[in-house]
């Protein structure tokens, strides 16, 4: 059982890059999110929404919205895919699938492939949007439609 349009974002605390503890409730009732479920790190697919995302970051910053990336990998692993794409943006290591698992993503491909889901919540943490496909394209531009759709 997934969230849904119109739903709240659960609350959560998840490691950050820095192995810090990310609380979610330091961000609902400050910006928009864009929250988006990947399969893991430094895979083709994975490495080119990451990087769409860096490259339109400002983009989102601009219209007042942070983006949160989630995956199983480790915070180590987190570490080097944030330097070696010089990745603006937090990245939370969901290695017990608790993230996962609160939001509903599904699997794909028999259950073997994590599944790859953007959420994206208004100010108050509702979600205004989701977008539920394993290619790596459409992503960031069905999310930053959604964010600007919230300023008009």
Do not use: W
């Amino acid at each position: 059982m997934g969230l849904n349009i119109g739903d709240k974002i659960p609350n959560f605390i998840a490691k950050d890059t820095n192995g810090n503890d990310f609380n979610s409730q330091d961000l609902i009732g400050k910006k928009p999110l864009v929250i988006y479920f990947y399969p893991k790190d430094n895979t083709p697919g994975c490495t080119t929404q990451a990087c769409t995302f860096r490259d339109q970051y400002e983009d989102f910053k601009d219209l007042g919205a942070e983006v949160i990336g989630v995956s199983s990998d480790s915070v180590a692993s987190h570490q080097k895919f944030t330097q070696q794409y010089k990745l603006p943006f937090i990245l939370l290591s969901d290695s017990d699938k608790n993230l996962r698992n609160l939001f509903g993503v599904p699997s794909s491909l028999f259950g073997l492939i994590p599944g790859r889901v953007t959420y994206v919540t208004d100010k108050t943490g509702t979600i205004i949007m989701i977008f539920d496909n394993m290619k790596a394209k459409g992503h960031i531009s069905k999310a930053l439609d959604a964010i600007r759709k919230l300023q008009q």
